[in-house]
C-alpha cells in the first residue's frame, strides 16, 4: 500500500502562484509515475500535469502549460506541482496520485493510477 499526502493549498490572488507538494511512502517512490489532478465543485477530476518514473518525460494539460511545472526529487519521496499565473479557473481540489505499475511514462489517463491522495484546497480569488 502506498500513502500519499498533499500540502502547500490555499488562498491566492489571481497572477499569484503556489508550489503543491505531495509525500509518498509505504513503497519504492522512485519506479512509479506521478500525477496531478484537480476537481472543481461540479466537475469531473481532470488531468493537470504527470511525470513519469524518472522523472525525464512530463505531460500538461494544455490548459496549464507554461505556467505550471511538475517535478519530484526521489531522495525525498515528494512530487511538486509549481503553478504560477494562477487563474480563478484554477479553483479546485488538487489530488496527487501514483501510478499503479512500475516505470511507466507520464499518463494522462485517471485509470492508469491506483493511489490517491486526500487533496488540498487551492482557492484562486479576484
Known amino acids: 500500500q502506498v500513502q500519499l499526502v498533499e500540502s502547500g493549498g490555499g488562498l491566492v490572488q489571481a497572477g499569484g502562484s503556489l508550489r503543491l507538494s505531495c509525500a509518498a511512502s509505504?513503497?519504492?517512490?522512485?519506479?512509479?509515475?506521478m500525477g496531478w489532478f484537480r476537481q472543481a465543485p461540479g466537475k469531473e477530476r481532470e488531468f493537470v500535469a504527470a511525470?513519469?518514473?524518472?522523472?525525464?518525460?512530463?505531460s500538461y494539460a494544455d490548459s496549464v502549460k507554461g505556467r505550471f511545472t511538475i517535478s519530484r526529487d526521489n531522495a525525498k519521496n515528494t512530487v511538486f506541482l509549481q503553478m504560477n499565473s494562477l487563474k480563478t479557473e484554477n479553483t479546485a481540489i488538487y489530488y496527487c496520485a501514483a501510478d499503479g505499475s512500475v516505470y511507466r511514462d507520464a499518463t494522462a489517463t485517471v485509470k492508469g493510477y491506483a493511489y490517491w491522495g486526500q487533496g488540498t484546497q487551492v482557492t484562486v480569488c479576484t
Open positions: 509505504g513503497r519504492t517512490f522512485s519506479a512509479y509515475a
Open positions: 511525470i513519469s518514473w524518472s522523472g525525464a518525460g512530463t
